[in-house]
């Protein structure tokens, strides 16, 4: 027995743990994500039914899994107009079903045999990259199908509103129906087109592992595991590519995730709340990742191809150097040069905050001024943040006070709000002392 609480909190871990995984299954199997979408839907109003009374699975994500593809493949078999597909289909995966009903039960890791199945994930994120679809709309397609991430969480990511977002999903899904894109990776000559978004995608997905905009919980770690295991086997499938400046970005984007990862046991506190990057204990720095993505870097270099993915890796190495501060000089002008690829307001605001710390508050203020002159970062935390960092340094308090409420009103993360909280009782404190160094970066 369960009670109702308990199962909805086992479905919302499976769903936010295993989501991408079992939809990326199910596309396999019916061929259509909202097909997918639809099966998942009805494997969890039959785990609502079911677990009350029989309780809790040891493994809900192998549950839905299991009883998902069941129902998926009695779907297809009622589909007498593609009675041809389904038996294809039929065959091809029932050895695979039937082992893993029958493994879950005695201790067998339940989605080794899908693993073992050309990744199913990185099929998904091409799909979800067809150049049938606008570039905004393949990256939410992709947060949403592989991430699970919900709507509100992609809005976040876009600086858009909500409806918005929702609008843009279901027109991504309805031009894939029409146009009957296939769930594949595609062939050589249509697999160079399509690796630019694949990598902003992959990117992301570590982004929002790495600072989830929701929740209780600084970072996602099953997340960022999960970019850079897609990032090495995308580096896998297409090292045959004769293009230098693809293998380079691909290179060069799995030395940024190693090099921002490697950095995730200093990142916060006991309390879980943030440590800001010049405050954290570099002995909890993990070198050996450090050193391997370093070397990650310098064979892309060897292509003499550069992209934006080599310029955020190489900032990151930046970070990493054995001296007592970053030169944020090199790095104001790597952002300035990352901004010709990369025309974002959140490039800029990287630009602006590394300038402040190489020339002082008012070249940052100056800066952000320029950034947000039409509001568009209103709902960005950590433009808030870093107004008030610099606000601060020039002896602004009450300025930098407001731009903490800011921030505090515009976070939706359990530990981000938590660390506000704390920036704003400490400049409550500071308005009549001089305020020490400190970092506005989100933290890494």
Not at 105 to 132: A, K, M, Y
Not at 143 to 158: P, Q
Request: charged share 30%; proline share 5%.
């Amino acid at each position: 027995m369960a009670t109702a609480r308990e199962v909805e909190a086992a479905l919302e871990e499976a769903c936010r743990t295993e989501y991408g995984r079992i939809v990326s299954v199910l596309t396999r199997v019916l061929g259509s994500i909202d097909a997918a979408e639809d099966v998942l839907q009805t494997g969890f109003s039959r785990a609502l039914r079911v677990w009350p009374e029989r309780g809790i699975p040891s493994n809900p994500a192998a549950w839905l899994t299991t009883v998902s593809r069941r129902i998926a493949i009695d779907t297809i078999r009622q589909r007498k107009r593609r009675q041809a597909a389904s038996d294809r289909v039929v065959a091809e995966h029932r050895a695979g079903f039937d082992a893993v009903n029958d493994r879950t039960s005695n201790g067998v890791d339940p989605f080794e045999l899908i693993d073992q199945w050309p990744d199913e994930r990185l099929r998904l994120i091409f799909t979800c990259c067809h150049p049938v679809l606008d570039p905004n709309a393949r990256v939410a397609l992709t947060l949403k199908e592989v991430c699970g991430i919900t709507t509100a969480g992609i809005a976040g990511a876009f600086l858009i509103r909500e409806s918005t977002a929702a609008q843009r999903l279901v027109r991504a899904k309805r031009r894939l129906r029409e146009n009957e894109v296939r769930f594949e990776v595609p062939e050589r000559n249509e697999l160079y087109d399509r690796l630019e978004d694949v990598r902003r995608v992959i990117h992301l997905v570590f982004s929002e592992g790495y600072l989830p905009r929701h929740g209780e919980r600084l970072t996602r770690l099953d997340l960022c595991e999960e970019a850079i295991r897609l990032a090495r086997v995308l580096i896998e499938l297409t090292n045959e590519i004769d293009a230098p400046a693809s293998r380079a970005e691909n290179l060069g984007l799995l030395a940024e995730l190693i090099f921002t990862n490697s950095r995730r046991h200093a990142r916060t506190d006991s309390e879980g709340r943030p440590i800001l990057l010049e405050d954290q204990d570099r002995s909890l720095w993990i070198r050996e990742e450090a050193a391997e993505a370093q070397s990650l870097l310098d064979l892309a270099l060897e292509y003499e191809s550069p992209g934006p993915h080599q310029i955020k890796a190489a900032i990151a190495s930046l970070h990493h150097e054995e001296r007592d501060t970053p030169d944020w000089d090199q790095i104001a002008r790597l952002y300035a040069t990352l901004y010709r690829y990369e025309p974002t307001e959140i490039v800029r605001l990287n630009q602006a905050v590394a300038r402040g710390f190489a020339s002082g508050p008012e070249a940052a203020l100056k800066l952000l001024s320029r950034i947000n002159a039409g509001g568009e970062m209103g709902d960005y935390p950590y433009f808030h943040l870093a107004q008030a960092r610099f606000l601060e340094e020039a002896g602004r308090y009450e300025a930098a006070w407001e731009s903490l409420g800011l921030a505090r009103a515009a976070s939706r993360n359990g530990s981000e709000q938590r660390f506000i909280d704390e920036q704003i009782k400490t400049i409550q404190t500071r308005r009549r002392e001089q305020p020490t160094a400190g970092s506005v970066h989100p933290p890494e």
